[in-house]
Structure formats: C-alpha cells, structure tokens
C-alpha cells in the first residue's frame, strides 16, 4: 500500500489486500486494540475519501485513501547530551546503533539508549514517545528498534513475538572449528539459583534456539554469526559459552582478551517486513573497530 503523512495525518491507499474489508479489519490487521479503534472512531479521527467514520464496519474498496489522525504528543524520555547514531529511518520506524557499555533503559537515569533517542527525536522535531522494540545487554552493541507512530507499536510486538523480526549478531570466541562450520543450540536456558544476574542452560529452563556458524577465523579466535529463534536473556552468551565457545570481554560467561576494546558481541543486523508493502527490509551495520581484523563484507 502506498502512504503519505502530512503533519499529524497519516494518509493510506487501499489495495487489493483490504478490498472488501472494513476499516475495522484493517486496524485489526496492524494490531489496533478495540478500545484504540473505538477511540479513534469517536474522536473523529478517522475518515474514507474525506468521510468521517462514524462506524468502523464501514466497507473499503481498492483505492479508497483511509485517514488516521494522529494524536499530537510529545517526546516523554529526558533527552541525553549526546543523541544515538540513526542507521535507519522511514515513516514508521528507525533504527539505532547502541554502543556497548550503555543500557537501553532505566528510569533512574538520563544517559540511556532511550534518552540518546530522545535527544535525537527533539533534535530533528519528531514529536512522538520514545518506544524501543526489544533490548540488548549492557555489554552488547549493535542495532535497536523504535517505532514511531505508538499506534503501530503493537503490530512491531506482535511481529517480534512470531519471529517476523530477525536479528543476527557477530561474537568472537575462542574454541575449534572450521569456517562454514554450522550449529544449532537447542537447550533450556533458566536463572542460575546461585549467581545473581547469571543464567545457564537448564532442563527446567525455557526453549531456547541459536544457530550459529564459523564465517572467520584470525589468531586463535573464531567469528561466529549468531541468529535468535527465541530471545532469552542473555541467549547467545550462554549457549555459545555452554559449547565451548566463549565469548571475549564478557565478565560472567567468556574469557578476557586485551586484544579487542569491548565484548565480542555485536547485533549487526536486522530485518523486519515494511509494514505498508509486506517487502523485507534490512537494516546491517558493519562499522565496528573490533572486527576490522576480521573479514565482512558489506552486502
């Protein structure tokens, strides 16, 4: 489907996908909750070729242009000296790098991923919430996720929940292997009862898959490129640590390595459905002095 925002008001043409299907199918579709569509519906907030909606069981036909006004708001996070580099922005989202050592969010505190967000909405006068997709480690750099129509946010959970959203991430480890070498971890992952904020692979544990393989290798570590089939705390760290592939600079799970500046653990992709055309976008992210001695190749 083709769209167009002109100030607060987000303007869809209809396809053959809703052909036939009411306004409140649609909503439905991206997530919207039934107390959001009649929330809309009785502000007035949505209209069909200029005809405000008064009942969202109203039929759309192929090329009808459906508009939401969107409610203003206002960026609620403080925002951070220093804004987050932006890899990647359309209408509905935009994705950042987080640098290691820095944790997404804490209410507590003005220098997180949310506040550099922040920082960078005010800057570029996005006036929305802040609203990340997902998480990584304290340790952990790489690619996040925001959403900037709250509305949608929702249809991004929903996506994440069904593994519509994929990440993959690079470690450096030690271990044995041969480059191409493939694996896949299939091992319950729980807290550990007698380390706080340490967890390990445990039969009473939740599902947890990895896929991993060797892209590289240079001195005596390995290059591995990780993808998430579930999305546990602290996943890759411990299933790679568990297989005898311990992960550099990682102070609970890994080995210490003066050879390389943080912990060998990067999300450098992503890659998510355009939530108007259904088309895969991929969002990846290279740029990391870590891996410089290690052969990737920007694709």
């Known amino acids: 489907m083709k769209h167009n925002i002109r100030g607060n008001s987000l303007n869809i043409t209809i396809d053959e996908q809703f052909d036939g299907r009411s306004v409140s199918d649609f909503l439905a579709f991206f997530k919207v909750s039934a107390k959001n569509i009649n929330a809309l519906t009785v502000g007035k907030q ?21 508009k939401i006004m969107l409610p203003g ?67 952990t750099s790489g690619l996040v996720l925001f959403v900037k129509i709250p509305l949608f946010q929702p249809y991004y959970d929903y996506l ?55 892209i590289d290798k240079y001195r ?13 705390t602290h996943q890759i760290r411990v299933h790679l640590s568990h297989n005898h592939f311990r992960i550099i600079n990682d102070d609970i799970y890994g080995i210490a390595s003066k050879d390389f500046h943080n912990m060998g653990l990067w999300a450098y992709q992503l890659q998510f459905p355009d939530i108007m055309t259904g088309n895969n976008i991929t969002v990846r992210d290279i740029r990391n002095s870590d891996y410089d001695c290690f052969r990737l190749k920007e694709e």
């Open 73 to 139: 708001q206002e960026v609620d996070y403080a925002p951070a000296d220093r804004e987050c580099p932006v890899i990647y922005e359309d209408d509905f989202v935009f994705v950042v790098h987080k640098k290691a050592g820095i944790i997404v969010h804490d209410d507590e505190r003005t220098d997180c991923l949310a506040n550099q967000a922040a920082a960078y909405l005010i800057s570029h006068g996005i006036n929305v919430p802040v609203r990340y997709i997902h998480r990584l480690d304290k340790e």
């Open 220 to 232: 005596d570590y390995l290059l591995l490129e990780c993808t998430l089939l579930t999305g546990r």
């Open 46 to 66: 949505l209209s069909v070729n200029r005809n405000a909606v008064s009942d969202p069981s109203v039929i759309l036909n192929k090329g009808d242009t459906l």
């Open 160 to 214: 994440l929940r069904e593994k519509l959203i994929n990440r993959k991430y690079l470690a450096i480890t030690d271990g044995k292997g041969k480059i191409g070498q493939k694996f896949t971890f299939r091992q319950n992952i729980g807290k550990d009862r007698h380390v706080n904020n340490k967890y390990r692979v445990s039969a009473s544990g939740r599902e947890a898959v990895t896929k991993a393989r060797i």
